[in-house]
Structures are given as C-alpha cells and as structure tokens.
C-alpha cells in the first residue's frame, strides 16, 4: 500500500515563498559592494528573484542552464540563486580566489553560458570571457550610476537589467531530483571536480542544518554567513536561513575583523559562521582594539580544525558558544557538529575544551564510519583512525561528469579523503586529510593535532606541519611557523612549549619560521606547495 500524502516535491522555490509568506519584513541587511549598508526583506528579495526568473525565461535561459555567480555575500547575489533556480537552470558558485587559468577551466567544464559579476571582479572576468566560448552575457550587479565601461558580452548593469520585468511569473514546476547549483571542489591536486545539488538536497540539507544540535538558527536568530556563497554551497546558508525566517546579515566585500566587529554589534548579530582563519583576525582586532560581543549567542567555526585558544577565547571570554563543524562541498556541506550530548554536559574546563576540539557528531541525514584500508570498519573507541566515509540524502553519489569515481563505492560510501577517529558517544575527530598524514615508522602522526597545539603559543600567528622523508624513519614532522608580529620566539621555545601536550615520538624534528605559509582558495594551508618548498630540506636528525 502507498501512503496516501500529497506529492509536494522539494523545490527550492518553495523556500523562498515560505520566507515571504510567513516572515515577509524580516530584513536581509548587506554591506553593499558600492559601500553603503542595503536592507530589504524576504518579500522583496522573493519578488526581484521572480523578476530575474522572468528576464530569463525571456532570454532563453531555463531548464538545465549553468548560471554563473561570483559574487560577495549580498542580497543580489541572494536574488541570483533563488531568480536561477525558480527557472530551472543551475547556479554555479564561482570562487574568485582561484586562479584565473583553473577558472577558465572550470568555466569551460560547466559550459556557463551567463554570469552575474560583483564589480570587485570585473577586471578578472573581462580577462576569462574571451577563454569561455559558452558564454553568451554578463550582468554586472550594481546599478547604472556605478556601472563601469566594459566590452564584454552583452554587459549590462543589473538594477537596468531588472527594469524589464514585472515579475509577473509563476516558478517553474519539476522533479525535485532536477539539479539546481554546483559547486568546484578546490582540488588541491589534479583539476577541479564538480559537485552538483538537486532541489531536493538543498531542500532537506536546509531542513538538516537548522536543528538545535546543528545551527540552530530560528526566526529570532540574527544570522551572518561570513563564509563566502562560493564556498562549499555557502554552507547552505542562503536556503536554511530563509527557511527559518532568522534575519540574514551579509558581509559584501569586508571579512577583515574591524569590519565583521561593526556587523556584529551594529546588527546585533546572534549566530555566525566562518573558518578559523577570519576568527583569528577578529580576535586579533578586539585584543589591539578592545570591545565586547553582547548579542552573539553562537560561532559555528569549519572549513579546517578549530584550534584551541579559539574556542576558549569566544566562550570563556565573550561568552559565545563556539560550534565546530566539518564539512565538505561534496556534502551539501554540513557533516558534523559538535554540540554538547548529556553524556558530556558535566564536563568543565579542559576536559570540555577537548571535546569541543572535536568536529562533532553528525545529525540525522548523515551517516558516518571509519574504516581501514580493506574496508573494515573500525571500533569507536576515540583513538583507533582510518578513513572517513559518509552517505546520506545530501552527499553526492558522483562528481559532474563521473570524475572521482573510484570514492563512491557499491553501497554509496564516500570516502572523503579525511582520516577521524570516533569516541563511544560518537564524536569524530579529524586528524588529517589521508594525503597529509605522516608516516613515521609504520605509525601514523597527525598533522593538525600539532599544528593546533603550536599555534597556542602565544609568539606563533600560524604553523603547518608536514612530513619529510628520513632515512630511519621513512618520514618525520617538520614544524613550519610564522611569528606574531614583533615576536621572536625561538625553535627551542615552540619545542618546549609543545612538550608533554604530544606524544614524544610525535615531537617535530626541526622548527622552522617562515614570513607566509602559503594558502589555498578557501583559505586552508596548502600542504602541496609547502611539501615543494621544503622538497629536499634535510632533518637535522637525518
Ligand atoms: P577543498 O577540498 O577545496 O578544501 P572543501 O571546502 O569541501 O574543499 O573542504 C573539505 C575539507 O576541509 C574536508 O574534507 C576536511 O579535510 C576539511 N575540513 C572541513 N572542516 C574541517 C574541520 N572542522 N576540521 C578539520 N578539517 C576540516
């Protein structure tokens, strides 16, 4: 027998009516990319995505269409996807970062055949477009009075744009399975793999994302994605806060931290998202400049290992709970979370920190194990590690045009490449990607285990560690650190200050300092490019 409930297919349209119907003047406030401050509400936003959706139809554009953005965090950019995705076509997260040749490349691959551009990167895409034979237009997102001169195709500023239509229009109506935004992995080796979301993904990851273990974001929340949309599906921000009709507060163009402070206080922001990275730089600005964070309730912090000094100075300074997440754009991105089970709701102090060092446990709709190199599944005991594997609704099943197939076995596992370990109440740490652990002696180091103690030493601002050959050892760390500025910490001292926090076989052979540690588009240390810098250093142990 079949149940007899409606088919009410999972279109992301469905989001954003439900934003306007049910939370119509919740506000979407912006730093604009011309400078000012923008606000508008959820009714707005839907009725200008209504009218891209008609100019689009309009212009030939639907079903199936790869649509680029590269973009800030606005409430244009926020129009862009829910106009694109009501037609039927795909939004295709551009991450300006990249370099230009892997963009053209990734252009190419996804055939874009129209792109809405942020001024900032003007200059970058008249350079692409002539390398991307798909596409046809470009839409500049700024009115007519900032509109530049510019030879590209079809260019035309997007508030002139808009003009042409009513919005007079009905979303299109298909299956929920249909496609509706991709996004490139980074690939920090070999080309870009493109990541594809259905309606129905998107739909229930929001549905996922949204939950008090999760995000918790309500429609009291005051939320500001930091994280870029073209990061990761945005970390699914622009589908789950709609949603939940919480007050979206975008960032534009400024992520430094006197910019995000400004945000946070001036918007009295409850909940916020980022990496580690833009954390570091707003604490870094409240130590040089003081101030207090009054309304923030919550700092979901991924993309890469939270260190320490992080989380204990948000919650045990300014009183915010920090939620450390992982992810990956494969999975929509959510994976885990780490909020606290009552299993570990007595802990206090360090004890509590370790677990909150943790990325988590997944929530309902991700399934998770660790396994060894023949697919045996590992116990959860907190210490044994392998790899890390996931399945779930809002995981992908394949990567654009079957590349990468080799990760998705017959029961629909992905192997995300990380190496965890799970404890007994199935928290999951990660302790390295599989191509960047170090192989010492048959035994396995974690690399970011050690970096995340070294950059508690108050002289370190960032350290990387990677493993180099040996001739006993077959590998051994080498501890790479940039000074804090006006510090002089010495290798003796960061030896020191890592002694007794690792295991001694663990210590680093040598420490050496370094003005940059090279990164990649998302922001994460580029292990390829160190491991090539230090390609033939010899370990004074060697
Ligand atoms: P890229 O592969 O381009 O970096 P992703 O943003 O999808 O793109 O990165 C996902 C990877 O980032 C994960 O596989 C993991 O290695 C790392 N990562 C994400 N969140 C965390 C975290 N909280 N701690 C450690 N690593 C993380």
């Known amino acids: 027998m079949r149940g007899l409930m409606q088919d009410w297919p999972l279109l992301c349209s469905k989001v954003i009516d439900h934003a306007a119907n049910e939370h119509p003047l919740r506000e979407v406030v912006s730093r604009s990319v011309e400078g000012p401050m923008h606000r508008t509400n959820y009714r707005e936003v839907r009725q200008r995505a209504l009218k ?9 554009y639907g079903l199936g269409d790869r649509i680029a953005t590269m973009a800030w965090n606005t409430w244009r950019h ?12 795909i939004y295709h997260t551009l991450n300006p970062r990249l370099f230009p040749e892997q963009l053209a490349w990734i252009m190419n691959d996804a055939e874009d055949k129209l792109l809405f551009v942020d001024l900032t ?24 009075e900032h509109m530049p001169e510019t030879k590209l195709p079809g260019a035309v500023a997007y508030e002139e744009w808009l003009k042409g239509a009513d919005g007079d229009f009905v979303w299109k109506e298909f299956d929920e399975n249909t496609a509706a935004g991709m996004c490139y992995t980074s690939g920090t080796t070999g080309n ?28 009291s929340s005051r939320m500001l ?27 534009g163009p400024k992520m430094d931290g006197a910019s995000v402070y400004q945000l946070l206080t001036e918007e009295r922001v409850t909940c916020t998202a980022a990496v580690p990275t833009v954390w570091l ?15 923030l309730e919550r700092v979901i912090i991924g993309g890469s290992a939270c260190p320490r000094r992080v989380i204990d100075a ?3 300074r300014y009183g915010a709970q920090v939620v450390h997440a992982w992810g990956m754009t494969e999975m929509s991105p959510l994976g885990t979370l780490c909020a606290i089970k009552p299993e570990y709701a007595d802990l206090t102090g360090d004890e509590l ?30 210490k044994t590690f392998g790899r890390l594997k996931v399945r779930g609704p809002a995981v992908a099943k394949a990567y654009y045009k079957d590349q990468g197939a080799e990760l998705f076995d017959d029961e629909r596992w992905f192997d995300t490449g990380d190496v965890a370990h799970i404890d007994p109440h199935g928290y999951m740490k990660i302790t390295d990607r599989a191509k960047d652990v170090i192989k010492s002696g048959g035994e396995w180091i974690s690399s970011i285990e050690i970096e995340n103690i070294a950059v508690g030493h108050p002289d370190v601002a960032e350290a990387a560690v990677i493993g180099l050959s040996h001739p006993k050892w077959d590998e051994r760390p080498l501890l790479v650190c940039v000074r804090r500025e006006g510090r002089d910490p010495t290798k003796e001292d960061v030896l020191g200050y890592l002694d007794g926090k690792i295991a001694k076989w663990w210590m680093p052979d040598d420490v050496v300092f370094v003005d940059e540690i090279p990164h990649t588009a998302a922001g994460k240390i580029r292990k390829t490019a160190l491991r090539d810098e230090f390609r033939g250093y010899v370990l004074p142990t060697a």
């Not at 730089?281 to 309304?295: I, K, R, S, V």
């Open 353 to 382: 920190l370790a677990v909150e060092e943790t990325q988590g446990f997944p929530p309902f709709g991700v399934e998770m194990k660790v396994t060894d190199d023949e697919n045996r599944t590992l116990p959860r005991d907190g």
């Open 192 to 219: 870009p793999k493109g990541v594809v979301y259905s309606h129905r993904s998107n739909v229930l990851h929001s549905m996922i994302a949204q939950a008090p273990d999760a995000m918790n974001i309500s429609s």
């Open 52 to 60: 891209i959706a008609q100019l689009l139809e309009r212009e030939g």
């Open 314 to 316: 948000f919650q045990n």
């Open 225 to 251: 994605p930091i994280v870029p949309l073209f990061h990761a599906n945005g970390w699914g921000i622009a589908l789950t806060t709609p949603m939940t009709g919480a007050t979206l507060v975008m960032p």
């Open 78 to 89: 926020l129009e862009c996807w829910y106009g694109i995705m009501g037609v039927g076509a």
């Open 121 to 144: 990167f003007l200059p970058l895409i008249e350079a692409l477009a002539p390398k991307v034979a798909s596409l046809k237009k470009v839409i500049v997102l700024t009115d007519a």
């Open 281 to 295: 730089m707003l604490l870094q600005h409240l130590e040089a400049h003081g101030g207090e964070l009054p309304d």
